[in-house]
T-cell receptor, first 112, second 111 residues
Framework: EAGVTQFPSHSVIEKGQTVTLRCDPI?????LYWYRRVMGKEIKFLLH????????ESGMPNNRFLAERTGGTYSTLKVQPAELEDSGVYFC??????????FGEGSWLTVV | EDQVTQSPEALRLQEGESSSLNCSYT??????LFWYRQDPGKGPEFLFT???AGEEKEKERLKATLTKKESFLHITAPKPEDSATYLC????????????FGTGTRLKVLA
């Protein structure tokens, strides 16, 4: 069974540019999450989808971040325009029941 | 405020030297506590879920335990391949499913 897949694995963009991260959850997992770890800090929750609906987006930092989940399958997280403080690793995770979640390898974003 | 604290921040062990990692939590209501292992440049890999005080889970050289205020990850006779960052996270009894993570313990096992 394939795990959670994220793309791109690494991205370097200039301040003010746009980046779109993609996540394909484990097949059959209705719950999809985005988390982020910035340098020196703990992993923090961004948002939670159940199928195509946003269940909780309380962790989204500001309106420069937009997450979507088309048809309840894959999800994208767009940062527009990117700022220096957005640098970090963005993890996607999925679960079937909502308790134990399984993470992808992460998308490492550097804004210069 | 809900909080998860892991200690120590870093730990160096000789191969075969057993030890324990600590995860203490202060939360409004615990639904579950989770341990993950993270290798450099990789995502967190699920190890254990604990739901109630007194519960224990084991996997190879690892054993996780839970009390009402903390969890321990015991590593028995570690090997160099056990070197990684170990993360603890809690899931709260609330309407949401967001984990609160600790900052992790970086474990290095020397041959």
């Amino acid at each position: 069974e394939a795990g959670v897949t994220q793309f791109p694995s690494h991205s370097v963009i200039e301040k003010g540019q746009t980046v779109t991260l993609r996540c394909d959850p484990i097949s059959g997992h209705d719950n999809l999450y985005w988390y982020r770890r910035v340098m020196g800090k703990e992993i923090k929750f961004l948002l939670h989808f159940v199928k195509e609906s946003k269940q909780d987006e309380s962790g989204m930092p500001n309106n420069r971040f937009l997450a979507e989940r088309t048809g309840g399958t894959y999800s994208t997280l767009k940062v527009q325009p990117a700022e220096l403080e957005d640098s970090g690793v963005y993890f996607c995770a999925s679960s079937r029941s909502g308790n134990t979640i399984y993470f992808g390898e992460g998308s490492w974003l550097t804004v210069v | 405020e809900d909080q998860v604290t892991q200690s120590p921040e870093a730990l160096r062990l000789q191969e075969g030297e057993s030890s324990s990692l600590n995860c203490s939590y202060t939360v409004s209501g615990l639904r579950g506590l989770f341990w993950y292992r993270q290798d450099p440049g990789k995502g967190p890999e699920f190890l254990f879920t604990l739901y109630s005080a007194g519960e224990e889970k084991e996997k190879e050289r690892l054993k996780a335990t839970l009390t009402k205020k903390e969890s321990f990850l015991h590593i028995t006779a570690p090997k160099p391949e056990d070197s990684a960052t170990y993360l603890c996270a809690v899931l709260l009894v609330s309407g949401t499913y967001k984990y609160i993570f600790g900052t992790g313990t970086r474990l290095k096992v020397l041959a």
